[in-house]
Antibody, heavy 122, light 105 residues
């Protein structure tokens, strides 16, 4: 079975850092681009970042550029999101999601994790 | 930045047809997809490349793309279809619509 499992969420003070992980199983991880998508409580989905299958291409939404870094370790089948200078606006459920087409970066997301909650609060 | 606009809510009676729209500049020249999200659950892809259904998605779900609007149609809507629905496209980056709450009355 194809699975993505996020971890690393928690409560963090404003200005501090946090790293999220997304463990993949059941598919050839190094053949698919992976995204981070977040959802503020009670609100809609917001795309955060995507990384290509080999990690050579990374794209971010404007609000996290310079603060967040997406990366992957294909040997460990794991995706990461390093989040620095966190603010209240970053409070959300963070999902990792697989691009549905091998070797593509921009395409529909067909496998989603269960999400991990990040709360930025003093 | 690119924006996708969805109605905040749509209501439909069981067995009727629900149509949820999503509009954006020049959307007809882009691919779009749709996700279903039920409370406390992760999103599920229900339509991709405007009109295609992933395996396991019921035939009552269909999509169309015309002009500046993509439409998700649910024929013979069932109680289990009550959920939030999000459209998505790509314009340099990925973009989600604001979501539509479908209520099955």
């Amino acid at each position: 079975q194809v699975h993505l499992v996020e971890s690393g969420g928690g409560v963090v003070q404003p200005g501090r850092s946090l790293t999220l992980s997304c463990a993949a199983s059941g598919f050839n991880f190094n053949s698919f681009a992976i995204n981070w998508v977040r959802q503020t409580p009670g609100k809609g989905l917001e795309w955060v970042a995507v990384i290509s299958l080999d990690g050579s291409k990374k794209f971010y939404t404007d609000s996290v550029k310079g603060r967040f870094t997406i990366s992957r370790d294909n040997a460990k089948n794991t995706l990461y999101l390093q989040m620095n200078s966190l603010g209240a606006e970053d409070t959300a459920v963070y999902y990792c999601a697989r691009v549905s087409v091998m070797n593509a970066v921009w395409n529909a997301l067909d496998v989603w994790g269960q999400g991990t909650i990040v709360t930025v609060s003093s | 930045s690119y924006k996708l606009t969805q109605p905040s809510s749509v209501a439909v009676s069981p067995g009727q047809t629900a149509r949820i729209t999503c509009s954006g500049d020049n959307l007809g020249n882009k691919y779009a997809c749709w996700y279903q999200q039920k409370p406390g659950q992760s999103p599920v892809l229900v339509i991709y490349q405007d009109t295609k259904r992933p395996s396991g998605i019921p035939e009552r779900f269909s999509g169309s793309n015309s002009g500046n609007t993509v439409t998700l149609t649910i024929s013979g809507t069932q109680d289990v279809d009550e959920a939030d629905y999000y459209c998505q496209t790509w314009d340099n980056t990925a973009v989600f619509g604001g979501g539509t709450k479908l209520t099955v009355l």
